[in-house]
């Protein structure tokens, strides 16, 4: 079912579905000298006309699914804690990108569908539904349909929302998902849409896609113990600062540290580019040097994610850890000089 909505019928539903959910939203949100576009929680129906679609966001939602700083137990109580954030009211996250979507699935992954399920994330997905958004033109630095991607469409979201300049189009993909919600029922009475009309309108974006001039050739997994020894790494990330902007920006990145204050006990995140990352109580340090933890970031999105999750990438090819590092180390280049060593040692694919 696809419903063509005008931007005040867009307007009207999210007033609606804010009276069932939190709506989360991408806005313009100015940080000192910088303007930003971030997901932000939408507090009055006035703010729905300022959501803002045109560009990607500077940062994905991950932080409302792992927060930056989580307070997860207090000694005292001897019980888990709930966090002022986890009400019953269920949260919905509006215009979120195909590359942003596989960051949450990647999550999703890791935090539930595995032998260790993390109850704090798993709360907090279960109680979100997302509205995905087809983009129109890519992303700076982005090179999502390199990993296999694809910005225009995506099945894995019970709803995808299409820019059609003037208004917009709703495709319903998973009514089943959508049960108890009664958003089909708020659906009802806007007019319904031919299926060309929109094929129409992701053919024409599609054409805005195909002069991605950075191409992966090398098969996942990237082939462990060849590209751990051969590539010159302290070359290929000799600029690093260790500044770890690129993996809080990552969608995909999660890693965390544990620390108690008072009788709280906390989740942060950190960085595996930080040097006291993997620091030993006894002071040795595995990764002594910032080519190691880059290796170590790139290996684990390329190598052994998709080693340990069937082949699924680590990396959503999003951009932002290209646009966001003060000294322009480029994921890209580091990715093609890995395949240019393997090549030259005839590694051609995940021959390992
Ligand atoms: S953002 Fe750039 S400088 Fe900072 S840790 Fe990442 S690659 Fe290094
Ligand atoms: S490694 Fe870079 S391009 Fe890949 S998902 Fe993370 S931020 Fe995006």
Known sequence: ?????????????????????????????????????????????????????????????????????????????????????????????????????AGIELFDDVFIENDFVDPFYQ??????????????????????????????ENENVPLMLYDAGEGFYLKVQDQELLKGFEILDMLQELPEAESSELEEIVTENRKNFSGDEFSLELELPFPEKEAFTSVDWEEATASCLGCGVCTFYCPTCFCFKFFWEEIEKNRAWDSCMFSLFTAHASGHNPRERQDQRWRQRLLHKFSYHPTNYQGSPGCVGCGRCVSKCPVNLDIRKVLNRVEKTLAGEGVKGNES
Do not use: H
């Not at 307007?11 to 959910?21: C, D, N, P, V, Y």
């Not at 910088?34 to 929680?41: D, F, N, S």
């Not at 958004?133 to 349909?145: I, L, R, V």
């Open 1 to 101: 079912m696809i419903k063509k909505l005008t931007a005040q019928d867009l307007k009207e539903l999210l007033g609606e579905l804010r009276q069932k959910f939190l709506v989360i939203a991408p806005f313009r949100v100015k940080q000192g000298r910088l303007t930003k576009v971030l997901y932000q929680p939408v507090k009055t129906n006035d703010q729905l006309s300022s959501i803002y679609f045109k560009e990607q966001p500077d940062a994905s939602p991950k932080e409302y699914f792992l927060p930056r700083d989580d307070r997860l137990a207090e000694e005292t109580a001897g019980a888990d804690c709930q966090p002022e954030e986890w009400s019953d009211n269920p949260r919905l996250f509006l215009g979120v990108r195909s590359c942003d979507i």
């Open 123 to 152: 709360r907090r997905r279960e109680n979100s539904l997302i509205i995905g958004y087809s983009c129109q033109e890519p992303a700076d630095n982005s090179f999502c349909q390199e990993v296999g991607i694809d910005p225009l």
